[in-house]
Structures are given as structure tokens and as C-alpha cells.
């Protein structure tokens, strides 16, 4: 059977699936059992099937990859010891496969190196035989990121862990995951002691955007936050930011795999973590893979006006961001590696929670925060779909995000995070169902085209 022969049957069986859950184009609901009430997942649009319908506590990485196999076959998950409470060093979460034709849950791996929002990283490589994520071992504190095959059980050790794989499969990058609580940001990175987290300076010469060689599994800095100031910053700039500490934050790698978008944040009380509020300076820095051309992609100054998560846009140039506008509205715009100015990017349909762009670059589909306008006050948020050439915007899901009072937008929250899977066909998300995380695939090629 050919390669494509494959994937129309393991797509054959995915229908069947969807069908047989009769989701398809009716109103289904999920009571979410969080302290709310009446939150509830529906997918009145599409069929959506529950990947995970037993325990739960299962996430997927994050909405700038899809946690679904190349061939289609299996989709890839973390499953997380509890949800009450915030990660502890040295607990472990299970690396687990679902075979999306036959249903069947297994665990492949378990790690140390995890966190709420975005798990451990569990991601694909070039096909079913490389799956990645981060892992620690308790008492060392060093993160190092896993090449696993999932069916021989054969694994490679990477030092530093990764936050994404490049195109070509031949490459990791990734910021230090020992520093993110540094910047009181909780959920991204690894749970370690606070003795062995880095304190940085203003500009470190030893910290920044690093990579992984995976076939010769040589990790390198590929770039400093010293160096990316330096050489897009004028000297009154630099002095400007010379007061806080700087740490970098995510990590994305364009889909044709010659730019990297580098996040830098400054954390103003950045010695403390969990001391409380915390004001940030966020700035978006571009390179090209060899870490040579590099640019400001997004002044701090310009996201300090209100904004969050961005992501490649299919074109591998531009790249999509909430952003705020004149009269303190949330807009969808768009800049470009090259540090040009953003632009509304949807019209004036508001932004929300985690937009991406689909692999054809024709619709649009982000999720919302709890506090963002196009939210519930019963805890639940709109999956939206916006056709980038009509504007036409579908609400294809509605999903909950409550894990419980004290933690509605805390780091303990569900974010849906929707991400595309590589055809464009389905998309993988987060939601609250009977009172746990659960992963859900909504199937859309009713609304994209076919799935062949």
C-alpha cells in the first residue's frame, strides 16, 4: 500500500469515527462540572470527537503545531498528575499516543520537565517514528529534550530541551527552560527548585535563542540576547532597558524554515518568582536560521499597548498578533519579520485568545481568554473560524475553560489553544469535559474542502 494509500485509509477511519460519535452537524454537550454550573462543551457546526474520554488530565503542546502524527494515524498528549495545584519539581506526567482509528490509549514515555500550559513540548518530527519532548531528572535540574520512537521504543537524549522542531526535521530550538519563572510566567517552562534558576542582566551574553543539531545532537547558542540587542537597537535604546533582567520566551520557526521568531521578555521584579503582579517588557526579535539578519520584529513599546501570542503567518514572513488599537480595542494585525509596522489583518473583527492562520493561508481560527468580550459569563468561550477572503466568521465550537474559581485566569486555566493539523482539515484543542482537561478534533473540511 502506498504512502498515500495510508493516509486515505487512516483518514477513512477518522470519518467513520467522527460519524459514529453522531456529532456530525448536531448539538452535543459535555457538562464540565467546574463550580460555574451551566458551562458546557457544543459543537453545533461541526463534528468533534473526544480524544481522550477516560481519565482526562490530558493536554495538547500549544496552538502553533498540531499534536496529530504525519500520516494522521495517532495524536500525541501529556498527561498531567493533577490540575488543583501548581507544578512541583520532580513530578512526573505520562507521554501518551492515542490511535485515532482504533481509540487505543497508551503511555510512551513519562518526564519531569512540564508545566500547565504548554505540558512538556510533546511535538512530532519529520514522521511517526520522531516524537519529541523536554524531560529532567530530579536532583540534576538540567532539561534535555527526547527523540522517542513510539513504536520500537528507541529514544536519543538531546541537552537543553526544545520548544520546536524546524520543517525539515533536522533541527530544535528552544529557549532556557530554567528561566521562565524568573519572568513570573508559570506554565511554560519546567518546575525546578528556585536555587538553580539563572538570574540574567540586561543584555547575557550566555543566554537567548539556542539549537539542536539532532542529527549530531550538538546544542548551541545560536544567538544571544546581548547579540540581538546589539544589533538592532540603538545605543539610547539599550540604555533604556539596562534595568531588567532579560529572558527569552518561546520560540517559533517559520513553515518554510529559513526565519526564527525569538520572544525576549524583561520582568521587572524578575528576582522573586511568585511575588506577585509583575509588569513585563515583551519584544519580538526575527533571524534567519543561521542566526545572521537579524531584525526588531515588535518593539516593546508597541506590545506594551496591549496584546498576546503570535504565530507565523503560512507565507513565512508575515506574522499574526492580537494586538490593541486606537480606543483600546483588540484587533488581529500583522507585521512581518522584517520589523514593519503591524496592520489590521481580519477587518475590524475583534482578537482573541490564540489565532493562527491555516496551512493555505484562507481562514483564520483562535479561541478567547475569560476576560476577552466575546467570552461567557458562564466560563465558556467561542472556537471561531474567519474566512480571510469574506470575513465570514462561523463559531464552530464553544468550549469550557473553567478548572475552578481561584484559577479562572490563572496559570492553572484551559486554554483551548486550536491548532491546525498539516492537511488543515481538523483542529486540536483544550477543553474542560466532566470536570477535567480532555482533547478534543473538530473535523472542518465541510468548511476548508475535502479531506481528500
Not at 120 to 144: H, I, Q, T
Not at 301 to 308: D, F, N, Q, V
Amino acid at each position: 500500500m502506498s504512502i498515500l494509500d495510508q493516509r486515505r485509509s487512516v483518514r477513512s477511519g477518522m470519518r467513520a469515527w467522527f460519524a459514529a460519535l453522531a456529532w456530525a452537524c448536531g448539538m452535543m454537550a459535555f457538562a464540565a462540572g467546574t463550580p460555574s454550573g451551566g458551562c458546557a462543551f457544543r459543537s453545533a457546526i461541526v463534528p468533534a470527537r473526544v480524544v481522550t474520554s477516560g481519565e482526562g488530565r490530558t493536554l495538547h503542546h500549544f496552538f502553533d503545531k498540531s499534536p496529530v502524527s504525519p500520516s494522521g494515524r495517532w495524536i500525541a498528549l501529556l498527561r498531567i498528575p493533577y490540575e488543583d495545584r501548581r507544578a512541583q519539581p520532580g513530578d512526573a506526567s505520562d507521554v501518551i499516543l492515542v490511535d485515532l482509528v482504533s481509540g487505543k490509549e497508551r503511555v510512551v514515555a513519562r518526564t519531569c520537565a512540564w508545566e500547565h500550559q504548554i505540558g512538556a513540548c510533546v511535538m512530532w518530527g519529520r514522521d511517526d517514528s520522531e516524537l519529541y519532548f523536554n524531560d529532567m531528572r530530579p536532583g540534576e535540574w538540567k532539561p534535555f529534550l527526547v527523540r522517542l520512537n513510539p513504536e520500537t521504543g528507541m529514544r536519543r537524549e538531546y541537552p537543553g530541551g526544545a520548544f520546536c522542531i524546524s520543517p525539515d526535521g533536522r533541527q530544535a530550538a528552544g529557549y532556557n527552560l530554567l528561566t521562565v519563572r524568573r519572568m513570573n510566567f508559570y506554565g511554560y517552562g519546567a518546575a525546578v527548585p528556585e536555587s538553580v534558576m539563572p538570574v540574567n542582566g540586561a543584555e547575557p551574553e550566555d543566554d537567548g535563542l539556542f539549537v539542536i543539531d539532532l542529527e549530531t545532537g550538538e546544542r548551541r547558542l545560536l544567538k544571544s540576547i546581548a547579540a540581538f540587542f546589539r544589533e538592532t537597537m540603538a545605543a539610547d535604546e539599550r540604555r533604556a532597558l539596562a534595568g531588567a533582567g532579560s529572558y527569552g520566551f518561546q520560540v517559533k520557526w517559520s513553515p518554510d524554515g529559513e526565519w526564527l521568531l525569538f520572544v525576549v521578555v524583561q520582568a521587572l521584579n524578575r528576582e522573586s518568582p511568585g511575588s506577585g503582579k509583575t509588569r513585563w517588557r515583551r519584544m519580538v526579535f526575527s533571524c534567519r536560521r543561521d542566526g545572521s539578519e537579524a531584525h526588531l520584529a515588535l518593539p516593546w513599546r508597541e506590545w506594551a499597548r496591549g496584546g498576546h501570542h503570535l504565530n507565523f503567518h503560512p507565507d513565512s514572513r508575515r506574522v499574526t498578533m492580537n494586538l490593541m488599537v486606537d480606543g483600546g480595542r483588540l484587533r488581529i494585525k500583522a507585521f512581518d519579520v522584517f520589523g514593519k509596522k503591524p496592520e489590521l489583518f481580519c477587518g475590524d473583527r475583534p482578537g482573541s485568545g490564540h489565532p493562527s492562520v491555516s496551512p493555505d493561508g484562507r481562514h483564520l481560527v483562535t479561541d478567547a481568554y475569560l476576560g476577552e468580550p466575546v467570552a461567557s459569563p458562564d466560563g465558556s468561550v467561542p472556537i471561531r473560524l474567519i474566512d480571510l477572503q469574506t470575513l465570514k466568521e462561523t463559531e464552530i465550537a464553544r468550549v469550557c475553560t473553567v478548572t475552578g474559581e481561584a484559577y479562572a485566569n490563572g496559570e492553572l486555566r484551559c486554554d483551548p489553544h486550536p491548532a491546525w493539523s498539516r492537511d488543515g482539515k481538523t483542529i486540536a484543542l483544550n477543553a474542560m469535559i466532566g470536570g477535567t482537561r480532555r482533547v478534543v478534533l473538530l473535523d472542518v473540511s465541510s468548511l476548508v474542502g475535502s479531506l481528500d
